[in-house]
């Protein structure tokens, strides 16, 4: 694995520190693997004994937290340790990145503002590190309440006695650690694409409103300096854009799945924090739970929108050209590199669920509209 930064001056390259070494490492990657298969089994043995015994209501209880977690960490685990989805992301790191522009094409002053940007992103993703590492220690056997409120614990302890039963339990409460860096991991490594793509629209709309106060030039038609000037900015700028499609079309399917996942989890998990009992020793973990997911939504909702806003001042940078200074070859540039950017370039997953903003209001009706349902369906059985 590489260690230079492919971008000149990267200073992002920070936040690629926890995916490095869980990809670079043969043992940290065994001990992945353990931990996922471990998961996995857990969750669907769960499932196959509430199956089996017919206890429908666990659903419906505290133990939603669980159910509504479980989406999450296992979109975390497979987008990390499946060699598809491992695949998929170093080919945009190693495919992709070498093409883009670099860091300092536009001079210092825009890449002192990347810089500020990146500040903003270190200093959150340190934020961020803290709020899980407390949500995992939250969730450690500290307050004698795990049979309530975590369901593999109530299962276990309901079938399991002896050193199985204290085999399971330590396998169990560790992996909460693991699942924590594993989610900064993908948060990380997510952040770091979105950022650069952001970084590449907006050189993008810089180099093109440069092309926007053309020269006082009684005759700029005849100026063939001038012209070959805009037709070198207008090539580079296609081919940029271009890029920056196949950029986001592959983050798009490395987030195919975990999208889905991730948004059905958000809903699980709000409404276990409205249906829970209300007791001081739960109220600890579903508080530290719910502030997380919001922090982790806020977060990538944000970039997202940056995205789309960045993306969207591509065709009105393009369309205030000053393409009236421009000769007919010049001019059809710029009409085919209208007719490529009037769609923003969006991170979604096939259309449905679009990260945005909108994406925290959907969230909240969904949610709301689900414990509606629910209470109707329970008033009436």
């Keep these: 694995m590489l260690t230079t930064p492919i971008l000149e001056g990267d200073s992002l390259l920070l936040l690629m520190h926890f995916p490095r070494i869980l990809s670079a490492n043969k043992f940290i990657q065994i001990i992945g693997?353990?931990?996922?298969?471990?998961?996995?089994?857990?969750?669907?043995?769960?499932?196959?004994?509430?199956?089996?015994?017919?206890?429908?209501?666990?659903?419906?209880?505290?133990?939603?937290?669980?159910?509504?977690?479980?989406?999450?960490?296992?979109?975390?685990?497979?987008?990390?340790?499946?060699?598809?989805?491992?695949?998929?992301?170093?080919?945009?790191?190693?495919?992709?990145?070498?093409?883009?522009?670099?860091?300092?094409?536009?001079?210092?002053?825009?890449?002192?503002?990347?810089?500020?940007?990146?500040?903003?992103?270190?200093?959150?993703?340190?934020?961020?590190?803290?709020?899980?590492?407390?949500?995992?220690?939250?969730?450690?056997?500290?307050?004698g309440d795990e049979y309530e409120v975590i369901l593999p614990v109530k299962i276990a302890m309901d079938y399991f006695d002896g050193w199985l039963l204290k085999l399971f339990l330590i396998t169990f409460f560790s992996s909460f650690y693991h699942m924590g860096l594993t989610i900064i991991s993908n948060v990380f490594s997510l952040t770091y694409l979105m950022l650069h793509l952001y970084n590449q629209l907006r050189m993008l709309n810089v180099r093109l409103k440069n092309l926007s106060t053309g020269p006082n030039l009684k005759h700029a038609f005849e100026d063939a300096e001038f012209q070959e000037f805009v037709n070198?900015?207008?090539?580079?700028?296609?081919?940029?854009?271009?890029r920056l499609l196949r950029f986001t079309e592959a983050v798009n399917n490395l987030l195919y799945y975990p999208i889905f996942y991730y948004t059905a989890g958000g809903i699980l998990i709000g409404l276990a924090i409205i249906v829970a009992p209300k007791t001081s020793l739960s109220a600890v973990r579903f508080g530290f739970v719910a502030l997380i997911a919001m922090c982790l939504t806020v977060v990538i909702c944000v970039l997202g929108q940056l995205l789309e806003n960045e993306s969207e001042k591509s065709f009105?940078?393009?369309?205030?050209?000053?393409?009236?200074?421009?000769?007919?070859?010049?001019?059809?540039?710029?009409?085919?590199?209208?007719?490529?950017t009037q769609e923003k370039l969006v991170l979604s997953s096939s259309g449905i669920i679009t990260i945005n903003y909108k994406l925290l209001i959907d969230l909240y009706h969904a949610i709301y509209s689900t414990l509606m349902f629910l209470l109707s369906v329970s008033e009436i059985l």
Aim: contains cysteine.
């Design 232 to 242: 070198t900015e207008l090539i580079s700028c296609i081919k940029l854009h271009q």
């Design 316 to 340: 009105i940078c393009g369309y205030s050209t000053a393409w009236y200074l421009w000769n007919t070859d010049n001019r059809r540039l710029l009409c085919l590199f209208l007719l490529k």
């Design 33 to 143: 693997y353990f931990y996922y298969i471990f998961l996995t089994v857990t969750i669907f043995g769960d499932f196959l004994v509430i199956l089996l015994n017919k206890e429908w209501n666990l659903f419906l209880s505290q133990y939603l937290t669980f159910f509504g977690g479980m989406p999450l960490i296992i979109a975390c685990y497979v987008t990390r340790y499946h060699r598809s989805y491992h695949k998929m992301f170093w080919n945009i790191y190693y495919d992709i990145f070498p093409l883009l522009w670099p860091l300092r094409t536009l001079g210092i002053e825009e890449f002192n503002k990347f810089r500020k940007v990146a500040k903003l992103a270190t200093f959150t993703s340190k934020i961020v590190i803290i709020m899980v590492l407390i949500t995992s220690t939250g969730g450690l056997p500290w307050y």
